[in-house]
């Protein structure tokens, strides 16, 4: 029996169509959907049957909302709250379980994904669970006091079991290539024993605007409501971003590697999995949806830094891999290059 494949949706000019992948990426996609979505939802009905267990030691109704200056300003139901808090988190789980089903081709994109399911998960059952807490025993529910100790541990705590998510998820498997290199791809004439290696940086001005704008307003939001947790939120989006900021690419014999600054986060394109490179204009915000580590139409993973010329790498199992950087001509010729020696050594 055999099946027609569907059109893109929504294809990108210019680009070629997805070569056929493997059941390899969908098997280790949905698993990773499954558990990691799994947990996350575990987290969020535990944390819910431990606040309705406090039923008859809160007040009725319990405070749900704080001000700036610290004191309960919003209140509403035990089961109203709840409610809300699992909703948000279940809606939350189910976007990110969705996007690792359908294109978690490369395992960067289901590391992302996982971590982000069970940091979203753990939050919001540590600030529901640690806000009603909080009013055990009281007689009224403004009579609660600050919250602002327990949303920084609600932002922080998790970021350790979510570091360990990603940790846990499957590695691409080895997949070398099976067919020739394309004969109109790029290639750099090399003598036979001749070795060489190119080297760039991917860096652009958009992410550090977004990173200075992002943490300039965090900050006047903490200083300006009084929720001091948020320095510490600010602190995470800032070490983040920056992580994502600049990145260091190399094309050797054995492939493609690219790193940030500070070591991770990191991709790495074996020379014998790349199936052809090429150089292609990327439009960020209508490619990728914005800039940094991105996941974009037809499943692409770019690290996108900047609006111009990028290298894409097209690797066996249908994944795509595209980064700006200058002079990324010279860098797929290279990489087919190696690539070609890749296969004629084995």
Do not use: K
């Not at 098997?27 to 049957?49: C, F, M, N, P, Y």
């Not at 090399?190 to 943490?215: C, K, N, Y």
């Amino acid at each position: 029996m055999t099946t027609t494949p569907r059109p893109d949706p929504f294809p990108v000019p210019g680009a070629r169509p997805d070569p056929p992948a493997p059941e390899g990426w969908r098997r280790h996609a949905r698993a990773t959907a499954l558990w990691s979505g799994g947990v996350a939802l575990a987290l969020l009905v535990a944390s819910a049957l431990v606040a309705a267990s406090w039923g008859d030691e809160l007040p009725d109704p319990v405070a749900s909302h704080w001000s700036g200056s610290g004191s309960p300003d919003g209140f509403s139901s035990l089961g109203s709250t709840i409610a809300v808090g699992l909703g948000i988190g279940a809606l939350c789980v189910v976007v990110f379980a969705a996007i690792t089903w359908f294109w978690g081709r490369q395992a960067s994109t289901r590391r992302i994904m996982a971590a982000a399911m069970i940091w979203m998960a753990g939050l919001i059952s540590l600030a529901l669970v640690g806000m009603l807490d909080q009013q055990r025993g009281l007689p009224d529910a403004h009579q609660a006091g600050s919250v602002n100790g327990v949303l920084l541990m609600a932002v922080l705590v998790p970021l350790l079991p979510a570091a360990a998510a990603a940790l846990l998820v499957h590695p691409d498997p080895p997949l070398p290539a099976t067919g020739i290199l394309a004969s109109d791809a790029p290639r750099t004439t090399l003598r036979p024993d001749e070795r060489a290696a190119w080297v760039g940086r991917a860096s652009g001005r958009a992410l550090p605007a977004v990173v200075l704008g992002t943490t300039i307003v965090v900050l006047a939001v903490a200083v300006a409501s009084q929720l001091w947790f948020l320095l510490a939120v600010a602190v995470v989006l800032l070490v983040l971003l920056l992580s994502m900021a600049s990145f260091h690419v190399r094309v050797s014999e054995s492939g493609l590697t690219v790193r940030s600054v500070f070591g991770w986060p990191r991709t790495a394109v074996p020379a014998d999995e790349v199936e052809r490179a090429d150089v292609v204009r990327v439009r960020p915000t209508r490619d990728f949806g914005g800039y940094g580590w991105r996941l974009g139409r037809q499943g692409r993973t770019g690290i996108v830094l900047r609006s111009g010329e990028a290298l894409e790498v097209t690797r066996t199992g249908g994944r795509r891999l595209v980064v700006t950087v200058d002079d990324a001509a010279d860098a797929a010729a290279l990489l087919n290059t190696m690539a070609e020696r890749a296969r004629a050594a084995r």
